[in-house]
């Protein structure tokens, strides 16, 4: 590939590091611009060619207009300038170093146009350097030596590349730790630098490369230096793969469990099972949950059961629609998977889940015929159980009163699979079907749309009420109950589908709400709507904006469908502590019993790190999940920018994302945000941008949310009803989303 380069561009320009101030710091800056040279190598003409010193004066004359909040904002600007002011680039490779520094910081990243990162972006370190000791001599064993250290950590681009690479924390906790280590080989040292640089950025999806010189090693060289690169797999005793964190264990060609043995009581262990649930009658939602819940009281329904019985439920996959399988001349089914922890014996998991079938209402029906709700054990630990004697196991026409585990018929029914990946990571299909076929399906499997929303159509609206004196938006607009009710009849009639209503301000600096005055706000509200005259207003589907369980649980039993919480259950305070753990299990507790819905919102800490959400097991339902990025919190202008850009990437069906396949709530509408883009001059011309109001951001909202229609969010959170609701249908209508 011909390139075309500006080489170390001096500008001195107002940049913020980790410390959050600002600085006037010298930066030098390179290009790579990627541009096939051939055609003016043949005529000799500049014409066919990228004028160096047009970009050069672009970037001389407009970068130093704007502060940057990090060096890696710096980078982001570059490309925007770069390729608003120029259309005849179309790749170039950015390299931004703080010169003065020490040690000094360099980003170098590629892209194309429209923003798509060519290959990994490095963050690098050069320079670091103090004393320490290190060596095999005895002299060495005594008197410090100066090591030199260039790191590089290269990452794969993502929503929140923008987000602040932490330059000075990673270089002063690497100063910090290593300052008195005593290794005896710069390999040792050079190693532990690279698992705890992996360990400080905590992406496992990074790449560490370390040069480590030692200036004093061979008396007529500059230096000896050893390079290395890690990831987190090199580490396996200090990283557990994550891709392995809660796995089935695949089932290996065990023993079969004869009848005696699986009905035996192994009270004194738990086991992980695999169920999968179905049902086609009445509210299929609820006859799915009530089986889970009664899987949790199985001394209830089978009295005969050891005193220490117990079923747990984990985790369960999302909800799927399905056709009718052998018989099709009834409903679709409703189908999930659920891991349950449980010390009943395999025998007695069938029956109890015989019993649950009963009480929901399952009856006689002809073979694969219409019911109320179906359990089968799917899988029980990487146990073979078959209770049918030896000489009956070579079909699947004997099976009515026998439990054969793993189940026969995994690999026929379409949702299992899916649904299995998603509470054990089960991959290894042929041993699960034990020698049955394994069936070709059309893919057709539906995920759907959560319990008490099913009224929510493939892009829906959700409009936003405050009943508040202070929100940014339309504080003390809404906060009588008169005003509340009218709002809520005018989005109802334009087209919202769910109304969020909120009674404490995320505002910064915002007042402090008690819960008691939080409940006071909003519970007479829900309850005025549910009483309205006006059945399209009365059943409308209504969200409560809350983080406390007091507020939410009341609100819900006023009548809300939905729990929305900008903290995701952890409460308000952050960092994190003991009592984010607290509020996390009472926010969990409160939505299991309610059954609801919830949005789960981030809004504190890095965007982009493989968080664990194993704390929201055996709580929250699946497929009672919505996932909000949280523009508007805790994020930069240009990390926000990206966010919106790659939206779709957050729940993408991508290896290792465990946000993979949840419904997206996006709410930009009339943030700060917003603002501050309209603030910003044109690169070229008189327009010097203008300071808005939250209610002068009407047609920015329309561009975010036109954006977010094309990036496959599911629910969009707006002020303004009527006017969003064109955007998104127009929206909708040009992308087929």
């Known amino acids: 590939m011909d390139t075309i380069h500006i080489a170390d561009l001096l500008l001195t320009l107002s940049i913020s590091n980790d410390d959050k101030e600002e600085h006037s710091q010298a930066i030098l800056l390179s290009l790579i611009i990627a541009h096939d040279i051939s055609r003016t190598a043949r005529s000799d003409d500049l014409a066919y060619s990228i004028n160096y010193a047009a970009v050069y004066t672009t970037l001389v004359e407009t ?20 390729f608003r002011s120029h259309p005849d680039l179309h790749e170039a490779c950015v390299v931004a170093t703080l010169r003065d520094t020490s ?21 690098t370190l050069i320079g670091l350097s103090f004393g320490l000791i290190i060596g095999v001599n005895p002299r060495e064993r005594v008197e410090k030596q100066t090591v030199l250290f260039n790191i590089t950590v290269q990452r794969q681009q993502r929503i929140d590349l923008q987000e602040q690479f932490p330059f000075l924390g990673l270089s002063a906790s690497i100063r910090q730790t290593f300052i008195s280590s005593k290794y005896r080989t710069v390999e040792a040292l050079a190693s532990a630098v690279a698992c705890h640089v992996l360990k400080y950025t905590k992406d496992p999806d990074d790449k560490v490369i370390v040069k480590l010189s030692k200036p004093s090693a061979l008396p007529l060289a500059a230096s000896a230096l050893v390079q290395l690169t890690r990831r987190q797999d090199d580490f396996p005793d200090v990283f557990a793969p994550h891709e392995l964190q809660d796995r089935l264990p695949l089932l290996p060609a065990s023993t079969h469990l004869d009848a005696e043995v699986a009905g035996r009581s192994t009270s004194s262990s738990s086991h992980s099972v695999a169920l999968a649930l179905g049902s086609n009658l009445g509210d299929r939602f609820a006859n799915i949950e009530t089986a889970l819940r009664l899987l949790e009281v199985p001394a209830s329904l089978l009295s005969d059961l050891a005193k220490d019985a117990q079923v747990s439920a984990i985790d369960t996959s999302f909800m799927y629609e399905t056709a009718p399988m052998y018989v099709t001349d009834q409903p679709r089914f409703a189908n999930c998977a659920c891991m349950i922890e449980t010390n009943l014996s395999p025998k007695e998991l069938l029956r109890l889940v015989k019993a649950i079938e009963t009480v929901i209402g399952r009856v006689p029906s002809g073979r694969h015929g219409p019911r109320a709700v179906d359990l089968d054990i799917l899988t029980y630990d990487d146990q073979l159980v078959d209770t049918r004697p030896p000489h009956s196991r070579a079909s699947l026409d004997n099976l009515i009163g026998e439990l054969v585990i793993p189940h026969p018929r995994i690999c026929e029914r379409e949702f299992v699979l899916p649904a299995l990946e998603r509470v054990s990571y089960v991959t290894d299909y042929d041993r699960l079907a034990c020698g049955y076929p394994r069936q070709q399906h059309t893919g ?43 709002y809520t009849v005018s989005a109802v009639a334009s087209g919202a589908h769910i109304t969020d209503i909120g009674g404490y301000s995320t505002r910064p600096g915002a007042d402090f709400v008690s819960a008691e005055e939080e409940i006071r706000r909003v519970v007479p509200v829900i309850q005025a709507i549910r009483a309205h005259t006006d059945d399209a207003v009365r059943h409308a589907l209504l969200s409560v904006d809350t983080f406390r369980c ?6 819900v039993r006023a009548g809300a469908n939905c729990i929305n919480d900008v903290h995701a259950f952890t409460g308000p305070t952050y960092p994190l502590e003991v009592a984010s753990a607290d509020h996390l299990a009472k926010m969990r507790c409160v939505a299991k019993d309610l059954g609801v819905p919830v949005v789960l919102m981030h809004s504190r800490g890095d965007a982009g790190a493989n968080k664990n959400y194993d704390a929201y097991h055996g709580g929250v339902r699946r497929w009672l999940v919505f996932v909000d990025p949280g523009i508007g919190f805790s994020k930069p202008v240009e990390g926000q920018l990206a966010l919106m850009r790659d939206l779709g990437k957050v729940t993408a069906d991508e290896p ?6 949840y419904p997206l709530l996006f709410g930009a509408s009339k943030k700060s945000v917003l603002g501050a883009l309209l603030e910003e001059p044109d690169v070229e011309g008189a327009y010097k941008g203008r300071k808005t109001s939250a209610q002068e951001r009407r047609w920015a909202t329309a561009a975010a949310v036109a954006c977010a229609v094309q990036q496959g969010a599911s629910v969009v959170r ?15 209508a040009i992308w087929g989303r």
Request: proline share 5%; with cysteine.
């Open 550 to 555: 007091d507020v939410a649980e009341q609100a």
């Open 718 to 732: 707006v002020h303004d009803v009527a006017e969003m609701r064109d955007v998104v249908a127009v929206a909708s």
């Open 444 to 486: 057709r499997c539906l995920q759907q749309i959560p319990l008490n929303m099913t009224a929510l159509g493939k892009r829906s609206l959700m409009a936003t009420l405050n009943v508040t004196p202070d929100s940014f938006s339309d504080g003390a607009k809404y906060n009588a109950l008169p005003d509340a009710i009218a």
């Open 656 to 661: 290792g994302n465990v946000l993979a396949g």
């Open 103 to 123: 040690p000094r910081f360099t980003i170098e990243t590629t892209r194309r146009r429209d923003q798509t990162s060519m290959g990994p972006s490095q963050f």
């Open 63 to 82: 970068l130093p207009k704007t502060h940057y909040s990090s060096l890696d904002a710096l980078v982001d600007h570059v490309f925007k300038t770069l």
